[in-house]
Structure formats: C-alpha cells, structure tokens
C-alpha cells in the first residue's frame, strides 16, 4: 500500500502546473514543517520553501522521489497516523466522493470558485485552508451508511469541503458533522435556499463556515474538479 502511496503522491506532483504547491499541499497534509522536511533531506528549509514557491526550476523525478519517500519516513517516525488513513478500504462510491485539490485553496477563494453564498461566519472563512472536497448525498449518508465507513469521508484530509446535496433544511448534516470527532473546514449545502436555525448554532459553536450554491450538480462538479 505504500507503494501505491508513493505512486499516487508522485504522479500528482509531476503532473502539476505548479509541482512546488502540490508539494506544499502534501507537506501540510502530513504535518510536517520546512524545518523537518530540510532537516531529513539534509538540505535548508529556505530551499524546500524556494520549491514550493516554484522559485526553483521544477523538481526532477529524482527530487520528486527524495521528497515523497521523506515524507512517508518522517510520518512512520511520528507514528504512521496519516499513512494509516491512505491504508484504508476503498470508499463506496454509491454514498459520496472525494477529490483532492492540486495545492491548498483558501475558503473565501473556494465560496467563490463555486459562485457559493456564506450563510454563516463569514468572518472566519479566509482562515480556513482547503485541500480537497467530499461530495455526499446527504440522505443516503445519514441513513444508509454505516456509521464506522464515516472516517472515509475525510480523505486525504480533514481540512476539506464537505458539500451536501439532497438537502431540505440542512439541519441532519450539522448533527453528523457535531457528533463526529473530525471535523471538516466548510459545509456547503447544495440548492438550499433557508438554512435551519439549530444548522446555524451548530456552525457558530463549531466554528465552520456554512455555505449555500445555486448551480446545477453537473456544474458543481464540474468546477470541483478543476480547483
């Protein structure tokens, strides 16, 4: 599983249009620091930074492979708790899917990619830190999935979109998202005009940003998978 980790990793790293910011999305979803990621390379954070800021030339696929298998080594060494999430089965595509982002996109950036309206704390919204999206229809999740498949929804990271469709209040949503011990960055409730008032406090005690798009599925995403 490893293997296919490092396969995964890498390809999006070369396939990228700006290989320093998947590099960076990476490293932050690993939680490892420049400091820590130089320190194992034995090279200076100042140049790990000149990489993900694409100051350098882009990083050849010997460069590529150090920095994935470093990344990987540095997590076993802290335990393996994020390598561990990757090993997991398969998420059942007939209740949600996920997408990772190239690099990480603020959520003010995000609201707008999808022509999304924020409902409520707007004022925290350019805080949050995106690195990819979970689309779920909302009833299927809440009353057809098995409670112990909910860890997959989370991906490669909890610092994700969680966009719910087939909503009517947005009240059910909120409950699965107080009750879970992860919790993502935004909530975006698809084609909902009226959000619940206790979906309201839930965001407001969560500190999750609740957001509202108009577009149609097929455009959502569309835009989703181009971010």
Do not use: C
Request: aromatic share 8%; proline share 4%; glycine share 6%.
């Amino acid at each position: 599983m490893l293997d296919k980790l490092n396969v995964k990793i890498a390809g999006e790293i070369a396939l990228s249009e700006t290989p320093g910011g998947t590099m960076k999305k990476w490293r932050e979803i690993f939680g490892i620091t420049q400091a820590q990621l130089g320190g194992h390379l034995k090279i200076s954070a100042s140049t790990i930074s000149d990489y993900e800021g694409n100051r350098r030339k882009s990083p050849g696929i010997a460069v590529v492979r150090r920095f994935v298998d470093a990344i990987i080594a540095i997590d076993q060494d802290k335990g393996g708790s994020v390598t561990k999430r990757f090993k997991e089965e398969e998420p059942q595509a007939k209740f949600f899917e996920t997408g990772e982002f190239r690099e990480s996109v603020n959520a003010a950036d995000f609201a707008k990619l999808i022509d999304a309206k924020v409902v409520v704390n707007s004022e925290i919204i350019g805080e949050k830190k995106l690195y990819g999206y979970t689309l779920m229809d909302s009833i299927k999740v809440i009353l057809e999935m098995p409670y112990t498949e909910f860890p997959k929804l989370y991906g490669s990271s909890a610092e994700r979109a969680f966009v719910f469709t087939e909503v009517s209040t947005g009240r059910s949503p909120m409950v699965v998202v107080r009750v879970t011990q992860m919790k993502p960055s935004v909530i975006v409730l698809h084609k909902l005009e009226k959000v619940d008032k206790l979906a309201v406090k839930i965001a407001q005690v969560e500190k999750i940003p609740i957001l509202t798009t108009k577009l149609e599925l097929a455009e959502l995403k569309e835009r989703l998978n181009k971010i």
